[in-house]
């Protein structure tokens, strides 16, 4: 061998450990780009975003995409993209079945005509692609790369990039195991919540009907007090007459009714029996209040006024309400007549009126409810000076199961319900307005059509 052999034969190996130092070098920048994506990313969409980042630092495209195909359907899904592609005009994966077996590096996308059958539109503009399988446990994706530029890859960037392709797989595979087991964490979350729902509907359930006895075995003795208190209040009138006829009559006995302070009695006695009913009075309230919200639930829908609702309402929470929070009712001046039933619309009342209790802070509470007219419907907004809620939260509220409460301390049942019953009674339930200062519900229901 000549030297000048020699010497074409030491170049060509020097040719080619540059070249695969190069490829290391590119490879070890990819890996690096790839690590830090997966280390500061909160999401995927972030995490394809600083990939593709990474790769076109190394690996000059025009548009670069991952798609994948998957059992449940015979379209192909767009999984990321850059810049945005239009996943509504790829083909089914049949079509490209070539692409999920090999990787491939074409230089001019034009000359191909099952390119141009297949992703014509999908790649309208580009001239060049080159494209890598990559296969999951449970599904398998391409990872395509797009330049407007004929031949734009070179076999050197084709090499680098199906080296770094087994890491963007193993990728793929890491986001599957973590959605698995997002998707089992949240079975769990929701299994766990349905059973303590059910455990609550047992206790509410129990507590319903032990309300329910004592209101009927209060109600008959508390009807003997306020009878007898009633006939007593008339029997002391007729004292008080006669009193009076007997002092004009006889002057001495006015006397002897000053002595024995009888006007000081005789004016006691009836505040003793006034307030003797009044506490009647709201004890009957308070019993005949079990007795509605302990009623079997029933679809049966009446006349109603929302006036009368709301105030029977506000009597029930009160116990709840009053050492945390002050209740502020206004009202129309005439009644607030619509249709539907009073049960079920009383549980809507009471959860936000709870849940409003509960958000502001003990002692400093605020709850302001106002009811008026407009467009045919009576709408009630619910005003508290809580803490509002999160911007996170906001999208979820009225989502079944979901609760901003410690475990153990709500169901996550209560305004997706309420809910569902407003919308059965032809309203709608939404979240006004909210922020650090308080939060507001907006309730609305058809105005009673009068005929």
Known sequence: MTNQEQW?????????????????????????????????????EELFSKLFEGIIKVIDYDAICILQRSSDTPQLQLLASQPLLNAQ?????????????????????????????????????????LTFPLQTAQSSFVLLLLSKKIGAFSANSAGVLRSFSSFIASTLSQIEKRKLVQERDDLRAQQHRIE?????QEKMAAIGQLAAGVAHELNNPLGFIYCNLNTLRHYLQQYDQFIVQSTQQHPELKTLCDSLQLDYLR?????????????????????NNLRTFSHPDEKTQHDLDFCNLLKDSIRIAQTQVKHNARIQLHLPAEPALLRGNATQ????????????????????????????????????????????ITASAQAHIFEPFFTTKPVGQGTGLGLSLSRAIVEQHGGSLILAHTSAAGSCFQLRLPVLETR
């Open 345 to 388: 619309l009383g549980q809507v009342l009471l959860n936000l009126l709870i849940n409003a209790n509960q958000a502001v802070s003990t002692g400093k509470g605020q709850i302001d409810l106002r009811l008026q007219a407009a467009d045919g419907h009576w709408v009630l907004e619910l005003q508290d000076n809580g803490c509002g």
């Open 8 to 44: 074409q034969e030491k170049i060509l190996q020097l040719t080619y450990e540059k070249q695969q130092l190069e490829q290391f070098r590119h490879l070890n920048e990819l890996l690096s780009h790839g690590l830090d994506a997966i280390l500061s990313s909160e999401h995927h």
């Open 196 to 200: 303590q729902s059910l455990l609550r």
């Open 267 to 287: 004016q006691e006695s009836q505040d003793l029996i006034d307030e003797s009913l009044e506490g009647a009075r709201r004890s009957r309230d308070i019993i």
């Open 89 to 129: 005009l790829l083909p089914d994966a049949a079509a490209l079945t070539p692409l999920f077996h090999s990787d491939l590096n074409l230089f001019n996308l034009p000359m191909l005509d099952w390119w141009q059958q297949a992703l014509a539109g999908f790649t309208d503009g580009y001239l060049s692609a």
